[in-house]
């Protein structure tokens, strides 16, 4: 509902979600394999809420090795929001809010203000190339000499999103 949200609003929700998880796992990041994620959530006012939307959203993440240190990975979100009150996704930045629903890293548009994009529907699609620096560093985090940076890790990406109303803007 954006900014002329009442504070007295409130949505009660009924969700669920399909997961299906493949992904592999080295000791420090996914290394191959995917994951998919959908989920739905329903908010009517006989739940005791005072809005009614319907929250659509697909996530698909892919994960390819090259290497035991090198992956390209790829992660495509898709989402919508539907019915009378339905909400406005604000992307950008690190994290999108909806005026119902917080959620991290799902919408990710690196680059550009949180909020600089808002819209009904939203699709972004992030891919990385992720590969070490430097191997090895062993140096310590004073005060904590028990605490050791042991490498560094670089990604080149590209990240791509659009928003947009029902409308068509």
């Not at 990041?29 to 009614?52: D, H, I, P, Q, Y």
């Not at 992307?91 to 909020?115: A, C, H, K, N, P």
């Not at 992720?130 to 940076?149: H, K």
């Amino acid at each position: 509902k954006g900014s002329g949200a009442n504070e007295r609003d409130r949505a009660n929700t009924l969700g669920v979600s399909l997961v299906r998880d493949k992904t592999n796992w080295n000791a420090e990041e996914a290394s191959g394999g995917m994951s998919e994620n959908l989920s739905v959530a329903r908010a009517e006012r006989w739940f005791g809420g005072t809005e009614r939307f319907t929250n659509v959203i697909f996530e698909h993440k892919g994960y390819l090795g090259v290497t035991r240190e090198t992956v390209f990975a790829q992660h495509l979100a898709v989402a919508t929001s539907l019915d009378t009150d339905r909400g406005r996704y604000s992307v950008g930045g690190d994290v999108i809010v909806l005026d119902q629903l917080f959620l991290q890293d799902e919408f990710t548009l690196r680059g550009y203000s949180l909020g600089e994009f808002e819209g009904e529907n939203v699709v972004v699609h992030n891919l990385e190339f992720r590969f070490p620096l430097i191997r090895d560093i062993n140096f310590p985090m004073w005060p904590y000499t028990w605490l050791y940076v042991k490498k560094l890790k670089a990604a080149l990406f590209d990240d791509v999103g659009f928003v947009f109303d029902r409308d068509g803007k």
